[in-house]
């Protein structure tokens, strides 16, 4: 007889962050769907969020490019921005400047604070993220009321829309929440961060011959980096509202202030699991993921260290590496295996193709510098052709 377990999806494949050069795991998944492999499920961590959702919204390649380029989206981005100058004080952003500064120095420690985390507090780290977040999102509540409209639309008017919405990925985000343990919980004597899972509703109802993914299951890949600071184990959300998901899983470290879920508290971003590679293999028999360039040594790593606890770059050296067990026996298929898609090049290959950054001395902020809408149009389909270009040389290199 056999025993082993039947994982729930055929194939997965992960958005893990991109940022605003979020349009490239589009374009993955438009090359992967003109190839018959779409992906049964799709995790999204930060910008990758963003994309999971559009997939969500529009899942045929067709509808997907269309509102990608639409208004609406474009409404949404450039709701994204930065702190104003009347928004913030001088002493705030000099408070800023002295904390950057500061996270560098103790990254250099190499001890990454043992002393340093039992000085926290969740009421300190709270007020320092709330505070020195670096960009804010106009009309927030509303944020992403836009492109559901849109989607509905256009879905409506659509002689495929049964077909499309029929080969539709599910849809898993990855987030974090500043963690309060009860009064009578020992483990939790300090700040203590975790991992949040917000997964399709149909995986709460699978038993455990079918799928390994009960709640008490799930462990953090990061707790075995930051063990006081990160809780061992995940907390697994199945019924949950996307734009809310979306914005707390987009709200890493000092971009966005962490936003409030009333069942969870105060929820920041993915970066806790940036790239869930062993979620992905536990998920399905096919994984896409994605290679990633290492974390700038100067802002990331500090500011991840600060947050999180470990060093981003560790993290990401152990993803790289990762080896899951062998292909179940029932197969031979070369499709049954871990796919590496070759992106760690994007931020190269993609300058000027997203919302650029600039460092406005005089006033002391990080400002976003925003296309018109042509231009936006015109990163969006760079973005999509990279992803695309990219994914299809991939399937027939390996002849997938």
């Known amino acids: 007889m056999n025993n082993e377990r039947v994982k729930p999806y055929e194939r997965v494949q992960l ?45 045929d ?4 490019q269309e509102l990608m380029s639409s208004r609406e989206l474009y ?18 952003k000099l408070r800023y400047m002295t904390y950057a500064l500061k996270r560098w120095w103790l990254s250099k420690l190499r001890d990454n ?50 077909a499309a919405h029929k080969a539709s990925p599910e849809i898993a985000i990855i987030a974090s929440r500043l963690y309060q ?6 483990f939790n004597t300090t700040l203590t961060l975790q991992e949040l899972l917000f997964a399709p509703p149909r995986l709460a109802n699978l038993s455990n011959s079918v799928s390994s993914l009960a709640d008490e299951q799930i462990m953090s890949s990061a707790h075995t980096f930051a063990n006081g600071r990160i809780h061992p184990s995940v907390k697994v959300q199945t019924q949950w509202d996307f734009a809310s998901v979306v914005r707390a899983s987009m709200a890493d470290m000092y971009y966005l202030p962490p936003t409030h879920i009333t069942e969870l508290g105060w929820c920041l971003g993915g970066v806790i699991n940036l790239t869930p590679i062993e979620l992905a293999c536990q998920l399905a028999e096919t994984v896409f993921a994605e290679t990633k360039a290492g974390y700038d ?32 026996s029932h197969t031979t298929s070369k499709n049954h295996q871990l796919h590496w898609l070759p992106f760690a090049d994007n931020a190269q290959q993609l300058i000027g193709k997203n919302v650029q950054k600039r460092f406005n001395l005089k006033q002391m902020t990080v400002e976003l510098i925003h296309r018109d809408y042509d231009g936006f149009v015109q ?22």
């Open 15 to 59: 958005f893990s962050g991109g940022g605003s050069r979020f349009g490239y795991y589009l374009g993955s998944y438009a090359a992967l769907a003109s190839h018959d492999l779409t992906p049964d499920i799709i995790v999204g961590t930060c910008g990758g969020s963003l994309s999971a959702y559009l997939v969500q919204l529009a899942p």
């Open 61 to 64: 390649p067709k509808h997907l």
């Open 75 to 92: 409404r949404v981005i450039t709701a994204i921005r930065h702190v104003a100058p009347d928004e913030a004080n001088k002493l705030l």
């Open 113 to 162: 604070g043992q002393g340093q985390r039992q000085a926290d507090s969740y009421e300190r780290l709270l007020n320092e993220l709330q505070q020195l977040a670096m960009f804010r999102i106009d009309n927030e509540a509303e944020w992403l009321d836009e492109l559901s409209q849109f989607a509905t639309s256009n879905n409506n008017g659509s002689d495929d829309n049964s």
């Open 181 to 186: 343990a009860p009064t009578d919980d020992s």
């Open 297 to 328: 040594s100067w802002l990331a790593v500090p500011a991840i260290q600060r947050v999180f606890g470990f060093d981003p770059n560790d993290r990401l050296a152990q993803v790289h590496g990762y080896n899951p067990m062998k292909e179940p």
């Open 379 to 400: 990163q969006m389909q760079a973005q999509w052709q990279y992803g695309y270009q990219r994914t299809t040389d991939y399937i027939q290199q390996h002849d997938l």
